[in-house]
């Protein structure tokens, strides 16, 4: 079986030891026949984590040695489905599976795979593609023996057109390769808190509890980017320079690399003071794009635990958190100058239907039950809507409500009010009126 080196994509030229534990975490699950939740911050680099397992053949071997040739993963960014039918969404992964195998040069797995796809695409039928996708996984994971992983990038774009459908069909496919099909899904926060239970419930079992957490630090990721980038430019990054960015930045991939890229421009030198380098830095528009990137992924309820250096585990996992202290410096100094600024947010519609609070959007963390219930309650604003008013209009695409209870209106509500309500204990927006019905305030 071929697998020789794989044409030249940028995350081929990366260190092996780049992002080292994070892939013995995912592999461990991977051996096992498990899907993995891989969670991060934005900017942190799991978009390079993914790429690393399918283009960069030496980290692949520094990880499995020569069994890695067993093992066939396959990038999809689901930023380009975005707003698609499931049509739509095996067209792509079946193109993409295609397009992989050619990447490590395996000619005649490539072409019995296009000969698939060519033979089901032609019918324009969603069950008829998705016939050719169990076609090609029994070819690849039953007749070559290879473990197939699906490395599903930027998951969240595609949120608002998930179905049932698209994890039952996930399911029949593990069910038939068993243990060498697995699914990484590329994530900002868990799936179980953007998704209604009942969607990705025919998954779960192989899915949930399975998380890697980034850490903000990938030294040798970022000792490749910064010799890179003196490499581009021809300039220098002093050794006391670099340790000042990564003392400021905590080492997150993104600002880190944002700042060395200031560094240069301004020609700043290994003897700028620490109070001027913060300064400077926050001055720069695309550094405040890249807090406001991170401190807008985080609910309000963890967005008061930093802003409090509160013990909070979920904030601990991302690694902004450590010994109840923020581990970036930029972003302590970020919230500092947010927090003088801030006013009680109101909660709007924008042109385009999403929900957002101030000027963060919010409906990309909510649940498509939480998102109804929200903008029920905003479309009938200082109005006490009675329960038997909320199940008719949040659960109305169900066949019948009857098995709607109290206690799940309550614990819709109380979901809701952690996503949008800075201290969920004591709501302002979302009240309940005693022995009545619920209330939105802005």
Known sequence: MADLKIPLHFDSLYPEGSRFEEIEKILSFIKEGKSIQLISVPGTGRSNLLRFLAYNHNIRFNHLGENQKWFHFVYLNFSEVKDKSLFDVNKFILLSLADSLKDRQMINEHDKI??????????????????????????????????VIFLFDQFERYLSSLTTEFFENLRVL???AK????VVFSLTRPLEELVEEQTFSPFSEFLIGNYVFLNLLDKDGLDFRFSHLEKITGKK???ELVEKILLLTGGHGKLSKLSSEISLSETLTENVDIKEFTKILLSKKVIIDALMEIWGSLTPFEQNDLVDKKNNQFLTDLGLLK???????LLTNFIKNKN????????????NGEIKKGEQTISNKLTS?????LAFLMKNKDRILSREEIIKDVWSETQSTAGVTDQAIDQLVSRL??????????????????GRGIKFSN
Not at 179 to 182: D, E, G, L, V
Not at 340 to 351: H, P, Y
Not at 419 to 433: L, R
């Open 114 to 147: 296009h000969e698939i796809f060519k033979d089901h695409f032609e019918f324009k039928d969603e069950l008829v593609l998705f016939q050719g996708l169990k076609e090609a996984i029994d070819y690849l994971a039953i007749e070559k023996e290879l473990n």
């Open 174 to 176: 593990r069910n038939r």
């Open 179 to 182: 243990y060498r099909f697995s």
């Open 237 to 239: 990054l002093k050794k």
């Open 323 to 329: 010994n109840n202290q923020i581990v970036i410096p």
């Open 340 to 351: 003088k600024r801030m006013t009680r947010e109101e909660i709007s519609f924008n042109e």
């Open 369 to 373: 039950l939480e998102f109804k219930l």
């Open 417 to 434: 009010r952690r996503k949008i309500e800075e201290d969920p204990n004591n709501p302002v927006y979302i009240e309940t009126v005693k």
